[in-house]
Protein backbone atom coordinates (compact mmCIF):
# COMPACT_ATOMS: atom_id res chain seq x y z
CA UNK A 1 0.00 0.00 0.00
CA UNK A 2 0.68 3.72 -0.69
CA UNK A 3 2.22 5.36 2.17
CA UNK A 4 1.90 9.01 2.10
CA UNK A 5 4.67 11.52 4.17
CA UNK A 6 3.07 15.16 5.52
CA UNK A 7 5.00 17.35 6.80
CA UNK A 8 5.01 19.89 9.96
CA UNK A 9 7.12 22.27 7.58
CA UNK A 10 7.15 25.10 10.23
CA UNK A 11 9.77 23.05 12.40
CA UNK A 12 12.30 23.71 9.20
CA UNK A 13 11.58 27.83 9.27
CA UNK A 14 8.85 30.11 9.40
CA UNK A 15 8.35 31.25 6.18
CA UNK A 16 6.27 29.99 3.53
CA UNK A 17 9.68 30.12 0.84
CA UNK A 18 11.91 28.37 3.86
CA UNK A 19 9.48 25.59 4.77
CA UNK A 20 8.60 24.80 0.55
CA UNK A 21 12.44 24.47 -0.13
CA UNK A 22 13.26 22.23 2.91
CA UNK A 23 10.56 19.86 1.83
CA UNK A 24 11.03 19.57 -1.26
CA UNK A 25 14.70 18.76 -0.44
CA UNK A 26 13.79 15.91 1.57
CA UNK A 27 10.81 14.81 -1.17
CA UNK A 28 7.50 15.49 0.89
CA UNK A 29 4.58 16.55 -1.19
CA UNK A 30 1.94 17.44 1.96
CA UNK A 31 1.74 19.74 4.41
CA UNK A 32 -0.12 19.56 7.57
CA UNK A 33 -0.60 23.42 8.02
CA UNK A 34 0.34 24.66 11.47
CA UNK A 35 1.95 27.82 10.73
CA UNK A 36 3.28 29.89 8.02
CA UNK A 37 5.03 33.64 7.75
CA UNK A 38 5.21 33.72 11.85
CA UNK A 39 0.93 33.32 11.94
CA UNK A 40 -0.88 30.16 13.53
CA UNK A 41 -3.21 28.74 11.49
CA UNK A 42 -5.94 29.69 13.85
CA UNK A 43 -5.18 33.26 12.83
CA UNK A 44 -5.43 33.05 8.93
CA UNK A 45 -7.39 35.41 7.36
CA UNK A 46 -8.94 34.17 4.38
CA UNK A 47 -6.52 36.36 2.29
CA UNK A 48 -3.49 34.89 3.61
CA UNK A 49 -4.71 31.30 4.14
CA UNK A 50 -4.97 31.61 0.21
CA UNK A 51 -1.84 33.46 -0.15
CA UNK A 52 -0.16 30.10 1.51
CA UNK A 53 -1.79 27.84 -0.51
CA UNK A 54 -0.78 29.22 -3.65
CA UNK A 55 2.89 29.28 -2.77
CA UNK A 56 2.60 25.23 -1.68
CA UNK A 57 0.54 24.64 -4.81
CA UNK A 58 2.95 26.46 -6.97
CA UNK A 59 5.40 24.13 -5.78
CA UNK A 60 3.38 21.17 -6.10
CA UNK A 61 2.81 20.54 -2.33
CA UNK A 62 -0.51 19.60 -0.77
CA UNK A 63 -2.43 21.05 1.94
CA UNK A 64 -3.57 17.63 3.74
CA UNK A 65 -4.64 18.68 6.53
CA UNK A 66 -4.38 21.84 9.27
CA UNK A 67 -2.74 21.58 12.15
CA UNK A 68 -5.28 23.64 14.31
CA UNK A 69 -4.34 24.01 18.45
CA UNK A 70 -8.12 23.66 18.64
CA UNK A 71 -9.16 22.02 22.29
CA UNK A 72 -5.54 22.62 23.27
CA UNK A 73 -7.45 25.04 26.15
CA UNK A 74 -8.22 23.92 29.56
CA UNK A 75 -11.93 22.12 29.79
CA UNK A 76 -13.40 25.08 32.45
CA UNK A 77 -12.58 28.24 29.55
CA UNK A 78 -15.91 29.36 27.64
CA UNK A 79 -16.72 27.21 24.75
CA UNK A 80 -18.18 29.97 22.57
CA UNK A 81 -15.17 31.86 21.60
CA UNK A 82 -13.23 28.35 20.80
CA UNK A 83 -16.36 27.26 19.22
CA UNK A 84 -15.77 30.23 16.57
CA UNK A 85 -12.32 29.33 16.42
CA UNK A 86 -13.57 26.16 14.75
CA UNK A 87 -15.46 27.85 12.44
CA UNK A 88 -12.53 29.91 11.57
CA UNK A 89 -10.73 26.59 10.71
CA UNK A 90 -13.50 25.13 8.80
CA UNK A 91 -13.16 28.41 6.43
CA UNK A 92 -9.40 28.21 5.85
CA UNK A 93 -9.20 24.26 5.25
CA UNK A 94 -11.80 24.81 2.51
CA UNK A 95 -9.49 27.85 1.13
CA UNK A 96 -6.66 25.38 1.95
CA UNK A 97 -8.64 22.59 0.19
CA UNK A 98 -8.30 20.36 2.80
CA UNK A 99 -11.20 18.53 4.52
CA UNK A 100 -8.98 17.69 7.70
CA UNK A 101 -8.65 19.78 11.08
CA UNK A 102 -6.39 18.17 13.40
CA UNK A 103 -7.86 19.12 17.07
CA UNK A 104 -7.17 18.23 20.85
CA UNK A 105 -10.03 17.16 23.73
CA UNK A 106 -9.17 19.95 25.79
CA UNK A 107 -6.56 19.72 29.42
CA UNK A 108 -7.96 18.39 31.99
CA UNK A 109 -6.10 16.89 35.37
CA UNK A 110 -5.10 13.50 35.42
CA UNK A 111 -7.61 13.23 38.66
CA UNK A 112 -10.79 14.84 37.20
CA UNK A 113 -11.26 12.77 33.84
CA UNK A 114 -14.02 11.06 34.83
CA UNK A 115 -16.09 14.12 36.20
CA UNK A 116 -14.89 16.08 33.73
CA UNK A 117 -15.31 13.59 30.43
CA UNK A 118 -19.13 14.13 29.65
CA UNK A 119 -18.43 17.79 29.53
CA UNK A 120 -15.42 16.72 26.87
CA UNK A 121 -17.83 14.47 24.46
CA UNK A 122 -20.31 17.23 24.60
CA UNK A 123 -17.86 19.67 23.07
CA UNK A 124 -16.44 18.01 21.02
CA UNK A 125 -19.98 16.46 19.81
CA UNK A 126 -21.43 19.55 19.06
CA UNK A 127 -17.53 20.43 16.76
CA UNK A 128 -18.11 17.42 14.86
CA UNK A 129 -21.98 18.17 14.32
CA UNK A 130 -20.96 22.02 12.82
CA UNK A 131 -17.81 19.63 10.76
CA UNK A 132 -19.61 17.33 9.27
CA UNK A 133 -22.37 19.90 7.92
CA UNK A 134 -19.26 21.78 6.73
CA UNK A 135 -17.85 18.48 4.98
CA UNK A 136 -14.78 18.51 7.29
CA UNK A 137 -13.59 15.46 9.32
CA UNK A 138 -11.81 16.68 12.71
CA UNK A 139 -8.62 14.68 13.74
CA UNK A 140 -7.98 13.93 17.64
CA UNK A 141 -4.09 13.88 18.61
CA UNK A 142 -3.41 12.32 21.96
CA UNK A 143 -1.59 15.46 23.23
CA UNK A 144 -0.26 15.31 26.89
CA UNK A 145 -1.81 17.18 29.78
CA UNK A 146 -5.48 16.75 27.59
CA UNK A 147 -8.32 14.66 28.06
CA UNK A 148 -7.19 12.20 25.65
CA UNK A 149 -3.58 11.83 26.75
CA UNK A 150 -4.24 8.57 27.92
CA UNK A 151 -5.17 5.12 26.29
CA UNK A 152 -8.09 4.49 28.36
CA UNK A 153 -9.42 8.32 27.17
CA UNK A 154 -8.75 7.88 23.84
CA UNK A 155 -10.53 4.68 23.58
CA UNK A 156 -13.26 6.04 25.33
CA UNK A 157 -13.62 8.82 23.22
CA UNK A 158 -13.43 7.44 19.84
CA UNK A 159 -16.10 4.66 21.08
CA UNK A 160 -18.42 7.28 22.70
CA UNK A 161 -17.75 9.45 19.17
CA UNK A 162 -17.25 7.44 16.24
CA UNK A 163 -16.67 10.24 13.88
CA UNK A 164 -13.76 12.10 15.42
CA UNK A 165 -11.00 10.44 13.22
CA UNK A 166 -7.89 9.08 15.99
CA UNK A 167 -4.24 10.47 15.34
CA UNK A 168 -2.25 8.23 17.09
CA UNK A 169 1.10 9.90 18.51
CA UNK A 170 3.69 7.31 20.28
CA UNK A 171 5.76 10.29 22.17
CA UNK A 172 3.01 11.69 23.27
CA UNK A 173 1.92 8.29 24.67
CA UNK A 174 5.50 7.98 26.60
CA UNK A 175 5.44 11.27 27.99
CA UNK A 176 2.37 11.02 29.47
CA UNK A 177 3.57 7.10 31.07
CA UNK A 178 1.01 5.21 28.95
CA UNK A 179 2.76 1.89 27.76
CA UNK A 180 3.11 1.62 23.87
CA UNK A 181 2.33 -2.05 23.00
CA UNK A 182 -0.87 -1.71 24.96
CA UNK A 183 -1.40 1.76 22.72
CA UNK A 184 -0.70 -0.02 19.68
CA UNK A 185 -2.81 -3.39 20.65
CA UNK A 186 -5.78 -0.69 21.74
CA UNK A 187 -5.33 1.80 18.72
CA UNK A 188 -3.33 0.71 15.95
CA UNK A 189 -6.40 -0.97 14.00
CA UNK A 190 -8.34 2.70 14.05
CA UNK A 191 -5.89 4.70 13.86
CA UNK A 192 -6.16 7.34 10.97
CA UNK A 193 -3.22 8.85 10.58
CA UNK A 194 0.46 8.15 12.45
CA UNK A 195 2.50 10.91 13.93
CA UNK A 196 6.24 9.72 13.68
CA UNK A 197 7.94 11.22 16.53
CA UNK A 198 9.94 9.42 19.09
CA UNK A 199 11.01 9.32 22.85
CA UNK A 200 13.51 8.04 25.09
CA UNK A 201 11.11 6.98 28.22
CA UNK A 202 13.67 7.05 30.89
CA UNK A 203 15.04 10.62 29.69
CA UNK A 204 11.62 12.22 28.58
CA UNK A 205 14.13 13.34 25.36
CA UNK A 206 12.81 13.75 22.40
CA UNK A 207 15.25 11.48 19.77
CA UNK A 208 14.79 10.49 15.84
CA UNK A 209 12.28 8.27 15.16
CA UNK A 210 13.68 4.74 15.51
CA UNK A 211 15.78 5.34 18.23
CA UNK A 212 13.24 5.75 21.02
CA UNK A 213 10.96 3.57 22.44
CA UNK A 214 7.97 4.19 20.49
CA UNK A 215 7.99 1.14 18.35
CA UNK A 216 8.43 3.28 15.19
CA UNK A 217 9.65 -0.07 13.49
CA UNK A 218 6.72 -1.99 14.32
CA UNK A 219 4.54 0.69 13.18
CA UNK A 220 5.74 0.78 9.81
CA UNK A 221 6.21 -2.97 9.39
CA UNK A 222 2.46 -3.16 10.52
CA UNK A 223 1.46 0.16 7.77
CA UNK A 224 3.52 -1.99 5.18
CA UNK A 225 1.29 -5.22 5.92
CA UNK A 226 -1.69 -3.07 5.64
Not at 99 to 120: H, N, P, W
Request: proline letters at 4%.
Amino acid sequence: PEIKLCAFADESGAEAEVQIENMLKNGVYAVEMRSCDAINVGAFTDEKAAEVYEKFLAAGIEVWSIGSPLGKISIDSPFNEHFELLARLVRTAKIMHSDKIRMFSYFVKRGDYAAKRDEVLLRIKKMCDYAEKEGVMLCHENESEIFGATVENCRWLYDAEPRLKPVYDPANFIMWDEDIPTALAALYDRTFYFHIKDVIRSEKCIVPAGYGDGMIDQTVKNLSRD
